[in-house]
């Protein structure tokens, strides 16, 4: 006799026949049992993200894979998103500002998503390796110099969480102000924490940014995504940067402490410096972004046989794909982290590249490094999109940085869910008590001022 699946501790499956919430700190503890569960039911289940916010999500790796290279059924556009249309997302649900339409490749269909997407990856293309590298390395040195004569550092917060931010502003050409901005609300924005709130702090930063490339291009990103044939307007461009600068920070930083939580849990791995396998294993098992892509039918369908309506949430389960993918005994360089069809990731060998760096940078400088606490005691923030670690507590052998490497520390303080001023144009000192930001702390040490 077959025995009846059981469901992890905490799931609302446990005979209720409720959805499955993805925000919640069970789901987050092992979601991998979550994905187990649903997918011996079909390869879509009913899921919340938020109070209010539901949706169905694909957990078989076929199925996504389907859909993902299926544009003419499967949209972007969150414009049809039938709820939403309907007032029934609340305007201050926390995942709103990710799923809400915006005009950049996210959020777009056929050829005009193929003309935004085309200017992110010619742009991108502009950049060498070697210049990407670079910057990425000191932006490393100087992450590494705040923390190295303590012998212990949270290599999340001090490091993974804002190694990217500094690398993407410098390279979209960011100065100082403008940047502890555009890092306080991609922080806010992303935490759910005001989330709508910061996402106007966000936007009305890149805004500044793209009015002042428009008057002083330069050798950056956003000059040249000014400069292509695509002609973004100027919100095309605001919203295309909100996406570029969103992606890069809270995904690109999870990847990265993910990619530590690899090495340092792999024995092999930190041994022999496998940085590129380490990558790739967490891509697989613990990719940052677990459930996103979100798509709407265009008409009513089915997703593997399972019923979804025209202008239902239909989101992709990475993890779980993924998950399917290793169950079947499948080589898993074919996992969809990076996604796949017209919507796959048009940055993902930058991305891939500053992650490794990044890596290998810390690995390099500090290779005694160890975990502070048992593997079993990190804790994984809850969240519906985020595969993410709450914190990531190392030790190794206290390095003193030489004379002049170590500016005085000036972290801007967390997001607090403080009021956000309804000024065209609030400044860095609203958000960091009247201190420097981390990126102008960042601009002062690199610039030697």
Not at 287 to 314: I, S
Request: with cysteine.
């Amino acid at each position: 006799m077959t025995t009846p699946p059981v469901p992890p501790p905490g799931c609302p499956a446990h005979g209720s026949g409720q959805r499955i919430p993805l925000d919640t700190p069970e789901f987050a503890a092992d979601p991998h049992a979550y994905y187990r569960y649903m997918r011996q039911f079909g390869p879509t289940t009913p899921v919340t993200l938020a109070p209010g916010v539901d949706a169905t999500l694909v957990t078989d790796y076929s199925a996504a894979l389907d859909l993902l290279q299926n544009p003419s059924t499967f949209r972007k556009d969150s414009r049809r998103w039938r709820a939403l249309g309907e007032g029934k997302i609340s305007p201050d649900s926390p995942v709103l500002p990710l799923l809400a339409y915006r005009p950049n490749c996210m959020f777009t269909d056929g050829a005009e998503h193929l003309r935004l997407r085309q200017a992110i990856t010619e742009s991108f293309a502009r950049v060498s390796n070697s210049r990407l590298s670079r910057i990425v390395n000191q932006a490393a040195q100087f992450l590494i110099n705040q923390f190295s004569a303590r012998g212990s550092a949270d290599l999340r917060r001090d490091y993974a969480q804002q190694l990217p931010l500094y690398v993407f502003n410098e390279l979209f050409g960011c100065p100082a102000e403008i940047g502890d901005r555009v890092l306080f609300g991609i922080a806010g924005m992303f935490d759910g924490v005001n989330a709508e709130q910061a996402s106007q702090v966000l936007l009305r930063a890149v805004g500044e940014l793209v009015a002042l490339k428009r008057a002083q291009p330069g050798e950056d990103i956003t000059s040249y995504l000014m400069q292509h044939p695509a002609q973004l307007t100027d919100e095309e461009l605001a919203h295309t940067l909100v996406l570029l600068l969103g992606a890069g920070g809270e995904p690109e930083g999870n990847l990265i402490c993910n990619g530590f939580y690899t090495m340092l849990t792999n024995e092999e791995y930190a041994r022999n410096g496998q940085f590129d396998k380490a990558l790739d294993d967490t891509l697989w098992r613990n990719t940052p972004m677990f459930n996103y892509a979100p798509h709407y039918p265009v008409v009513d369908t089915d997703v593997a046989g399972d019923k979804v309506h025209a202008g239902e949430l239909v989101l992709v389960s990475f993890g779980a794909a993924n998950t399917a993918l290793a169950d079947q005994g499948a080589d898993t360089r074919g996992h969809l982290a990076w996604s796949a069809g017209p919507h796959a990731c048009p940055s993902k060998e930058p991305a891939r590249l500053i992650a490794l760096t990044g890596l290998e940078a810390l690995f390099n400088a500090l290779p005694d490094v160890e975990l502070a606490v048992p593997a079993d005691s990190l804790v994984w923030r809850p969240g519906p999109f985020n595969r993410a670690l709450a914190s990531l507590p190392v030790r190794f052998g206290a390095i003193t940085p030489p004379p002049g490497a170590r500016p005085e520390p000036q972290e801007a303080p967390p997001y607090d869910g403080a009021h956000v001023p309804d000024a065209p144009a609030p400044s860095a000192s609203q958000f960091t008590g009247g201190k420097p930001g981390r990126w102008s702390s960042f601009v002062k040490w690199l610039t030697g001022q």
